[in-house]
């Protein structure tokens, strides 16, 4: 059995549609657009939820001033892949996506 990992990104080169359509293109998904209070306004989410799934949203502050990920402050758009069991294939397929930052796996 694969563990499932967790990939994280950063971007301040691209306006959140921008970055959008970058992913889109070098993951193969679609990104829905929705809105959450929990996540603070807008974002972008794709994948099935109890899968592979990916969210892009603003590094946004929340009610308390905290960042959504305070460690990376210089990152105004941050992207997520959640429950990946092929993080090297993901990391691989978003290698050639300028202005994308990895962060972190998990």
């Known amino acids: 059995m694969n563990t499932l990992r967790y990939l994280l990104y950063g971007s301040s080169v691209y306006a959140p549609d921008d970055l959008r359509v970058e992913l889109e293109a070098a993951l193969g ?16 989410r794709a994948g099935d939820l109890r ?33 990946t069991a092929r993080p ?3 990391r691989s397929l978003l290698a050639d996506v300028s202005g994308l930052v990895f962060i972190a796996e998990r």
Do not use: K
């Open 29 to 44: 998904v679609d990104f829905e657009p929705r809105h959450s209070e929990y996540h603070c306004g807008d974002y972008c």
């Open 88 to 90: 090297a294939e993901v």
């Open 51 to 83: 899968g592979e799934h990916y969210v892009l949203e603003a590094n946004w502050r929340d009610d308390d001033g905290l960042l959504l990920e305070p460690d990376h402050e210089e990152f105004d758009l941050i992207f997520e892949v959640n429950n």
